[in-house]
T-cell receptor
Framework: EPEVTQTPSHQVTQMGQEVILRCVPI?????FYWYRQILGQKVEFLVS????????KSEIFDDQFSVERPDGSNFTLKIRSTKLEDSAMYFC??????????????FGPGTRLLVL | AQKVTQAQTEISVVEKEDVTLDCVYE???????LFWYKQPPSGELVFLIR??????QNEISGRYSWNFQKSTSSFNFTITASQVVDSAVYFC?????????????FGQGTRLTINP
């Protein structure tokens, strides 16, 4: 069964460093998303991406964040200069479009980011 | 603005008991989708069900059932004859049913513990 994959599963970085989180969405999906979950809290939307551009972004997704689809399979989230408060689990998700119907978002296993 | 409220932060029951997880939502959209996701201790988000706002029929899948009531803006989830493997955090989520990439708005989650 197709699934979303994410690498790395865990990343530890120093404050101020750049990190790139990688995702491989389900191959025939058209819409891609990043969410984050601070430990013990709810899952929060960061950004959605379609047709090589951002569709929507949240207030959390400031200038320190960027997304890219560098090739036909990968979808990346870059944090330019990490802060302590960026420590969280980051989930990638993808979905398809069936006619005009929004399809279900399927999530990857997450990358746990720890900023020291 | 959209909002999902899961008032039960934690529930603990003994195995084989039935348990209901509550979800109340707010939206101004006339068409929308509601979801339940399961987050086991391993951390991934597992899709359980999607329901569109046009379909108020209850759904049953094995030991799981869902009760959608538009009149009370609720989408509750019942596990019958609970098992230890059902222990997880369960999230209710909402998205508008427009074409294109749409963000999921999650509730705070309910941590369900099934004790042997």
């Amino acid at each position: 069964e197709p699934e979303v994959t994410q690498t790395p599963s865990h990343q530890v970085t120093q404050m101020g460093q750049e990190v790139i989180l990688r995702c491989v969405p389900i191959s025939n999906h058209l819409y891609f998303y990043w969410y984050r979950q601070i430990l013990g809290q709810k899952v929060e939307f960061l950004v959605s991406f379609y047709n090589n551009e951002i569709s929507e972004k949240s207030e959390i997704f400031d200038d320190q964040f960027s997304v890219e689809r560098p090739d036909g399979s990968n979808f990346t989230l870059k944090i330019r200069s990490t802060k302590l408060e960026d420590s969280a689990m980051y989930f990638c998700a993808s979905s398809d479009l069936l006619g005009l119907a929004v399809e279900t978002q399927y999530f990857g296993p997450g990358t746990r980011l720890l900023v020291l | 603005a959209q909002k999902v409220t899961q008032a039960q932060t934690e529930i603990s029951v003994v195995e084989k008991e039935d348990v209901t997880l509550d979800c109340v939502y707010e939206t101004r959209d006339t068409t929308y989708y509601l979801f339940w996701y399961k987050q086991p201790p391993s951390g991934e988000l597992v899709f359980l069900i999607r329901r569109n706002s046009f379909d108020e029929q209850n759904e049953i899948s094995g030991r799981y059932s869902w009760n959608f009531q538009k009149s009370t803006s609720s989408f509750n989830f019942t596990i019958t004859a609970s098992q230890v493997v059902d222990s997880a955090v369960y999230f209710c989520a909402l998205t508008p049913a427009y074409q294109g990439a749409q963000k999921l708005v999650f509730g705070q989650g309910t941590r369900l513990t099934i004790n042997p």
